[in-house]
Structure formats: C-alpha cells, structure tokens
T-cell receptor, first 113, second 114 residues
Framework: EADIYQTPRYLVIGTGKKITLECSQT?????MYWYQQDPGMELHLIHY???????EKGDLSSESTVSRIRTEHFPLTLESARPSHTSQYLC????????????FGPGTRLTVL | KNQVEQSPQSLIILEGKNCTLQ??????????LRWYKQDTGRGPVSLTI?????NTKSNGRYTATLDADTKQSSLHITASQLSDSASYIC?????????????FGRGTQLTVWP
C-alpha cells in the first residue's frame, strides 16, 4: 500500500469559490503528478513536478495551478471553480531511482454546482 | 499520436469464470507496459509490469502477455472473484521519457456477478 494521501476525498462547492486539493506522500519521491479523470475516460495529466520548486503543465490544459514548496506536498488550487471543473482528481508520485512505477492516491471527487 | 486502446469497454462475467482483456498501443519508442486495477472511487494500483523482452508475467490469478511486434497486450484473469470487479487500465510508458510520462487507456470495466 502506497503512502500517498489526498484530501478531501469528496468536495461539493458553488461556482466561483477558491479551492485547494491536498496531496501528500511520505515516501520521499521526487516526482509528483496530478491527473484529471472523468467517468469511463482515461486519466489526463494536468500538472507534474520534478522536485521542489519545479512545476510544469501536462497534456491537458487546466485552469488550476500547483506548487511544490516541500518534497512531500503538491497541492492543486482552483482560484474560481466552475461546473466544467467537476471531475475526479488523482495525485501520484514516483521515485526517479526505482523505475517508472507511479503510486496513486485515492483521488478527490470534485463537484461544482 | 501515441495512443492506447482497450477492449472490451465493459465486461460482465460470473464468479469463477475466466476472462481476457485486450490492449493495443501505438506508443513509441516503447519502454514498458503496465496493467492497473482501479476500484470505484480509488486510485489505480499496479498489477503487472511488462518490459520489451517479456512475453508473459503472472501475479496470482492475473497473467499478462505482451507482443511487442504487434504492439498488443492482454490481461487474463483466472477463476474470477467478486473482488475483481473494477476498471482495468492498460498504461504504456515510452522509452524516451525521463519524466515517467504514462499513456493511459480508457480501461475495461469488469463486473463479476455471484
């Protein structure tokens, strides 16, 4: 069982609210990722990080932003949530030294009304 | 464009039966292929890892095959159990990726009935 955590697990908010989805891992992994997944669809990479103070946008354009101030923490922020942001958000981490195995958190199910 | 296609999209089988899930990919250059199991409302968990030189690999009741020439993989589940009900996702990593970028299929939704 991987030690990667996401909070909250479920979030229902109104349009225009600012939200932060938390992701933490205790494995010391240098690389971390955020994916967006709609029901029955594949995971889409929206952000990734090589390490502290390193963040990049992924394949899928997203209005969210991320930060990586500490190795273990990779929060995702939406400044003004909209119904189009309703989705599942999955965080993952990987150690550069142990191949390409990404460990996933349980996900946050976001609903914007 | 790198793609990963899975079939069938969904599958219903009775408990105790076997089933095979398919994955075709166009990702190049190929590094390795993984099958993940994703329970409803959870993150994916890795089941098997197939490298270019491996044809078959087993993990308990799960057996994965890989044909790197035809770019096809399959996941065979033996003696299915109710707990096997989940989405099974084929994931391919390209060799040129130092980041560890993954290309995901949409998954096969497997339902096992008692």
């Amino acid at each position: 069982e991987a030690d990667i955590y996401q909070t909250p697990r479920y979030l229902v908010i109104g349009t225009g609210k600012k939200i932060t989805l938390e992701c933490s891992q205790t494995m010391g992994h240098d690389k971390m990722y955020w994916y967006q997944q709609d029901p029955g669809m594949e995971l889409h990479l929206i952000h990734y990080s090589y390490g502290v103070n390193s963040t990049e946008k992924g394949d899928l354009s997203s209005e969210s932003t991320v930060s990586r101030i500490r190795t273990e923490h990779f929060p995702l922020t939406l400044e003004s949530a909209r119904p189009s942001h309703t989705s599942q958000y999955l965080c993952a981490s990987m150690a550069s030294t142990t191949g390409n195995t990404q460990y996933f958190g349980p996900g946050t199910r976001l609903t914007v009304l | 464009k790198n793609q990963v296609e899975q079939s069938p999209q969904s599958l219903i089988i009775l408990e105790g039966k076997n089933c095979t899930l398919q994955c075709n990919y166009t990702v190049s250059p190929f590094s390795n292929l993984r099958w993940y199991k994703q329970d409803t409302g959870r993150g994916p968990v890795s089941l098997t890892i197939m490298t270019f030189s491996e044809n078959t690999k087993s993990n308990g009741r799960y057996t994965a095959t890989l044909d790197a020439d035809t770019k096809q993989s399959s996941l065979h589940i033996t003696a299915s159990q109710l707990s096997d009900s989940a989405s099974y996702i084929c994931v391919v990593i390209d060799r040129g990726s130092t980041l560890g970028r993954l290309y995901f299929g949409r998954g096969t939704q497997l339902t096992v009935w008692p």
